[in-house]
């Protein structure tokens, strides 16, 4: 059983053993010690309401590594006087579970409630989540579960709709600043780094709090001569003894798809500055290149479409030039792209075209084409009236008939209307120009 409890002393308490890490030293005594959650923690947020009320409800804790999940987690339990149980998904299974829940039931019965913390929660499977909900309707349980992926995506709906999500947030540099100052406090001496190596070991932890302080204690245990800028490092001695944190990127996951519909959506506003930086960061996250060479290809056709025509073709061309050349060159191509696509006029007239010409065709059935543009191979076919009256286009006058091409009774659809941005301000001209031809040549008492 020992390996499912946290027997870890409780946050606040002096202990004398100076070896634990930085991070647990100076781990928060009170919830309003937690840096960067103002926004749950305060009177008006989610948390901060229910402990003011008496009343704490399970919960899923969703956010990215190091912004606090366990430490509130432990602080909620000692708020509300109940017993501190964590256990990891990635190392527990269905005997682990059966366990801490008999020791939960058992509790129970002596008059204290359990605040059962699972990390890792979206590594349970379905039944595995299933199994925490009798426990916790019936109240044997408290669950607050820390994720770092998206809930709607990972954990059942039942066990969604017993417990309330709490979105954590990142930590911003002056968040990690303040956890330098309180490393400082705890170690006795400022850290010896310029204030330009300051700002850039913090910006190295990429929002984790836990991140920041190892590589604080780190460079802590450095022994750094007097003579170099007064005993401190500067930013290039720190980048040599300190290789650069990669970037949090889950190419499967969350992060995939936040930084992909950045990019998206900065080419779609128009602004290749902000598309190249989210187009570098997934290149630095290890992203493959081809898969954003597709998706470029895809922008062009649905946010570009036929107000540049060019668009598409270019990037064709930067993926082929992609394979040709490999990385590092062929990215370069990729990024022209970018930079071609955010800045060429935009219209998504025949994306919308075609998805209203496509529920059209959905909703009207099996409806035949009007017999005169039906071929008539065959007697019978001629005799059923097929071809009859089709005018050929390239004889009328104009080289337009004006003709209709819809199943007949179908009131004619309008689907494609271009805007007046790039090329399509030219075809806009040929739409009207047909639909005045085509009302001037509609015979009587047609509609």
Known sequence: MADLFDTAPPAGDPQPDVTRPLADRIRPARLSDVVGQGKVMGPDGPLGAMLASGSLSSLILWGPPGVGKTTIARLLARETDLAFVQISAIFSGVPELRKVFDAARLRRQQGRGTLLFVDEIHRFNKAQQDSFLPHMEDGTITLVGATTENPSFELNAALLSRAQVIVLERLSLADLELLAQRAEQELGRPLPLTGEARERILEMADGDGRAALNLIEQVMAWKIPAKENGGKLNTE???????????????????????????????????????????????????????????????????????????????????????????????????????????????????????????????????????????????????????????????????????????????????????????????????????????????????
Not at 368 to 394: C, E, F, S, V
């Open 237 to 447: 001695q720190l980048s040599q003894r300190l290789m650069r944190r990669a970037a949090k990127y889950d190419k499967s996951g969350d992060e995939h798809y936040n930084l992909i519909s950045a990019l998206h959506k900065s080419v779609r506003g128009s602004d290749p500055d902000a598309a190249l930086y989210w187009f570098g960061r997934m290149l630095e996250g290890g992203e493959d290149p081809r898969y954003l060479a597709r998706r470029l290809t895809r922008m062009a056709v649905e946010d570009i479409g036929l107000a540049d025509p060019a668009a598409q073709r270019h990037c064709l061309d930067a993926w082929a030039l992609y394979e040709r050349l490999g990385s590092p060159e062929g990215e370069l191509a990729l990024a022209q792209a970018v930079i071609y696509l955010a800045l060429a006029p935009k219209s998504n007239a025949g994306y919308v075209a075609y998805k209203a010409a496509r529920d059209l065709a959905r909703r009207s059935g099996s409806q035949m084409p009007p017999a005169h543009i039906l071929n008539a191979p065959t007697a019978l076919m001629k005799d059923q009236g097929y071809g009859a009256g089709y005018a050929y286009d390239h004889d009328a006058e104009d080289g337009f008939s004006g003709q209709n091409y819809f199943p007949e009774g179908m009131k004619r659809p309008v689907f494609y209307l271009p805007v007046e941005r790039g090329y399509e301000r030219e075809l806009k001209k040929r739409v009207e120009w047909f639909a005045s031809l085509r009302q001037k040549r509609r015979p009587e008492g047609k509609t």
